[in-house]
């Protein structure tokens, strides 16, 4: 009777077995790492050039229109799913879900108790791979996330209000949790 307790508790382990390996767990959060880090390439060098040509006037539609299309495209080459994502989104499609929510949240307590804030990959119910990671504020975040009248000029906030009625992303300052990358993989 004991044994096939044993056997059993086995199996239900087995079976809903969520968890990765250690080497797995590498194996992802360098993959995750990598296209984390080619994603913003790709997104910061085509909004430096933007700002270089006509300030936020220009690079704010230009986001408006193009974060999408370019995360699209990077999801598509590397055969996973990105998502930028905030507790203080901008762009309602960027909403984060509940456990992305959960996962900034944790960061922010890590933060508050100066503790290092490091890549989580995990496997859900579904046995879908993911890795989250931080994204934090720099300098040159300011100018569009900042706080109005310091850093974000007045008319550069009515750009943003006109194309985000509902933005909550303004108000950081430099080194602020600003969100998470949320890569989902396909295999
Ligand atoms: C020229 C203005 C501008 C600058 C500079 C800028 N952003 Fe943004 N940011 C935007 C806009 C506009 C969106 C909404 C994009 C969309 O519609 O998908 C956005 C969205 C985001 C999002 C997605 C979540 C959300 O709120 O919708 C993150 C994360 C983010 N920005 C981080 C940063 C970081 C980090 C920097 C600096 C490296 C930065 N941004 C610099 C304008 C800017």
């Known amino acids: 009777m004991k044994n096939l307790l044993m056997v059993l508790v086995f199996l239900v382990m087995a079976a809903c077995g969520n968890s990765l390996t ?27 050039e933007q700002m270089k040509m006509g300030g936020p006037a220009q690079a ?11 995360s699209q495209q990077l999801s598509e080459q590397y055969d996973v799913t990105i998502k930028r994502t905030s507790d203080k989104w901008r762009n309602p499609i960027n909403k984060p879900s509940e456990r992305e929510l959960e996962i900034i949240n944790n960061y922010h307590k890590l ?25 934090l504020l720099k300098a040159n975040c300011l100018a569009c996330h900042g706080k109005v009248d310091e850093f974000v000029s007045v008319k550069t906030d009515s750009i943003i209000k006109s194309l985000y009625p509902n933005d909550r992303a303004i108000g950081y300052n430099e080194g602020d949790l600003r969100g998470i990358w949320s890569i989902t993989f396909k295999k």
Not at 22 to 48: M, V
Not at 60 to 70: D, G, H, K, L, T
Not at 112 to 122: A, C, D, L, M, Q
């Open 22 to 48: 250690d080497k797995e767990k590498q194996e992802y959060t360098t993959k995750g790492n990598e296209i984390a880090q080619a994603s913003f390439k790709a997104l910061s060098e085509k909004l430096i």
């Open 111 to 135: 933060i508050s108790k100066k503790h290092e804030i490091t890549p989580i990959v995990e496997m859900d119910s579904n046995n879908n791979k993911h890795y989250y990671a931080p994204i």
């Open 60 to 70: 704010i539609p230009f986001c408006n229109v193009q974060a999408m299309p370019i």
